[in-house]
């Protein structure tokens, strides 16, 4: 496994070797020292596994007082991953890192707690699995616009983007609870 960090050093992209042979491929996902080494200390509590149609943004999610690391993955199709730091002490709070996922460049991204996540389908469906380090905590979770002009975040849409009715409601990040 590769471990690089992006603009946001603490977002973290994982490249696995993968080895092909005559009956298909083999990679690890996740390895527990590798990571800690990368990425910091934590430990995963929940693993989670979303299935989207082309066009779906999910996001921009997080949870304040539970906050969740996410290790996330694209086990079919492509999507267009983000991560928003909302660290109020980070030189970098309000920015954002875009990456592609699909399940050709089987790459992974490590979002740390105190950041909003959320993807954009780029293909007909599109798999999404990923590792958290909280419990989903519904009373506890909020969803920031996705096109809040602060943010002013690149995606590659392809018409409209479809949205459930909470992250129709999502709020701007100058009405957002933050991390202290
Ligand atoms: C996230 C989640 C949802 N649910 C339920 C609640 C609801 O009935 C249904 C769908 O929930 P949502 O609409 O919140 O699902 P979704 O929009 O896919 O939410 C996810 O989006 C991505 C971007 C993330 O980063 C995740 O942490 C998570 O917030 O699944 C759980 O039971 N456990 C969970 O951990």
Redo the contacts with the bound molecule.
């Keep these: 496994m590769k471990y690089q960090p992006l603009a946001i050093a603490d977002v973290v992209l994982m490249t696995p070797q993968v080895f092909g042979d005559e009956r298909g491929f083999f990679m690890e996902t996740f390895r527990q020292n590798e990571f800690e080494a990368h990425c910091g200390n934590y430990s995963f509590v ?1 693993d ?1 596994h ?1 299935k989207s149609r082309r066009g779906i943004l ?2 921009l ?1 997080y949870q304040l007082k539970q906050p ?1 690391g ?1 290790l996330v993955r694209v086990t079919q199709g492509r999507v267009f991953d983000v991560a928003v730091d909302l660290r109020r002490d980070s030189p970098t709070f309000g920015d954002w890192v875009g990456v592609e996922l699909n399940d050709e460049n089987r790459q992974m991204l490590w979002v740390p707690p105190g950041f909003a ?3 954009y389908v780029l293909s007909e469906t599109a798999e999404f699995s ?1 590792k ?1 380090t909280d419990y ?1 905590a ?1 009373d506890d ?1 909020y969803s920031l616009r996705f096109d809040d002009p602060t943010l002013a975040i690149k995606w590659p849409f392809d018409g409209e983007p479809q949205l ?1 009715d ?2 129709r409601r999502g709020l701007a990040l100058a009405d957002c609870p933050t991390y202290d």
Aim: glycine share 10%; hydrophobic share 5%.
């Design positions: 929940q989670n979303s999910r996001g999610h969740q996410k996540h959320g993807f990923y958290c989903y519904p979770e459930s909470k992250d």
